[in-house]
């Protein structure tokens, strides 16, 4: 007896289907291995660069201790103003740097499209980006280090504060809003949830590219008509849609 030709493409459905299903799960798989692949990357990067900045904060400061035995507390305040100096600084630059250096510079956008395409790996050629950041806050670093009195202690601040910003960037943007790797608890919280999407919002390509910066996105958006409304829906949306989960 032969098969009738509705059997046949039930079969031929059926064979799509289950086809599909293997896809979609290699590629799940595939995903799994390239957040681990980050985390383990992004951990051990932030466990060594963090141990060596206590460090290197130690040794610098008992180097440095006057000759008789007190602690330059001037020297440590400076270090501690131009840590958070040096991080808000890096948030400004962000803004400027994103806009004309990464995409409308051609020599940047070489390596920054590769954030803006579909990521066949658990890396891309924008990552680059972190070294060429990190190098500014090693020498600033390294000299500060060496370098006695307050403007080796502010040096050696904003190599630190540089450093600190990279490691929240990293986790932040690549981990929370991009989900290259897992961030837990976090993504929860409301001012996380409203940098998630205002960084979606610059990859939308609207309101010519905004916001650029990626800590103060949101505030960003206030200074352009009609973007803190659509950034307030699109964070209702995203409440929305977890609670129907």
Request: proline letters at 5%; hydrophobic letters at 40%; glycine letters at 10%.
């Amino acid at each position: 007896v032969q098969p009738s030709v509705g059997a046949g493409n039930q079969q031929t459905a059926d064979d799509a289907l289950q086809q599909l299903d293997r896809s979609i799960a290699l590629r799940r798989a595939q995903r799994k291995r390239e957040q681990l692949t980050y985390q383990a990357a992004a951990i051990a990067a932030s466990v060594g660069i963090s141990s060596l900045a206590i460090l290197a904060t130690y040794t610098r400061f008992s180097m440095h201790i006057t000759s008789d035995g007190e602690m330059p507390w001037s020297d440590l305040l400076g270090t501690l103003s131009l840590v958070a100096g040096g991080a808000f600084g890096m948030e400004m630059y962000a803004r400027y740097a994103h806009k004309a250096l990464w995409h409308e510079s051609p020599l940047g956008w070489l390596l920054h499209k590769s954030h803006h395409t579909p990521r066949t790996g658990p890396f891309e050629a924008n990552d680059l980006f972190a070294i060429i950041n990190g190098l500014p806050a090693m020498l600033l670093c390294y000299y500060g280090f060496w370098e006695p009195g307050m403007v080796g202690a502010s040096c050696f601040g904003a190599g630190l504060g540089i450093t600190l910003y990279g490691m929240a960037y990293m986790f932040i943007h690549d981990g929370l809003v991009h989900r290259r790797f897992p961030t837990g608890p976090i993504s929860d919280l409301p001012y996380m949830k409203r940098l998630t999407v205002a960084h979606q919002i610059h990859h939308s390509g609207k309101y010519d590219g905004a916001p650029w910066g990626m800590f103060l996105g949101p505030q960003e958006l206030e200074a352009i008509p009609g973007a803190t409304e659509e950034l307030d829906r699109l964070v209702a949306d995203l409440d929305w849609s977890k609670r129907r989960v």
